[in-house]
């Protein structure tokens, strides 16, 4: 028998003051889920890795072969570019297309500004 349960039977049967049950703090995977991602501060990692993967899609193998997305911070994604003409025609020219995918795929909110780095 479960002993909480012998507890309320006897208790019962001694004649003494029912005990308030707790509520039930149970709740789904799909609602906890998130909450300790966000706790843990995983979210973000979970986009940084989304959008590494999908770097090479959204920009094109010649751009994806010579630049490399390598930290996403308060949405704010850092590419490391090889050459300073890549980083100028990304900086002056396809930054604006590149942010808009970006932010068509992952949201306004995971990618608000792209800072490109030579190196």
Known sequence: MNRSLRAAVIAEWRGLPERKMRP?????????????????????????????????????????????????????????????????ELEQVSKIDILRKLKQRFGSKAIRDIRFRVG
């Open 24 to 88: 039930d703090r149970w709740q789904s995977p799909t609602e906890l889920v998130p909450k300790m991602m966000q706790r843990l501060g995983l979210r973000e990692r979970l986009y940084e890795t989304e959008v590494i993967d999908a770097w090479s899609k959204i920009v094109g193998e010649f751009i994806a072969a010579h630049s490399t997305p390598f930290a996403l911070r308060d949405g704010i994604l850092y590419v490391r570019v090889l050459q300073p003409a890549l980083h100028y």
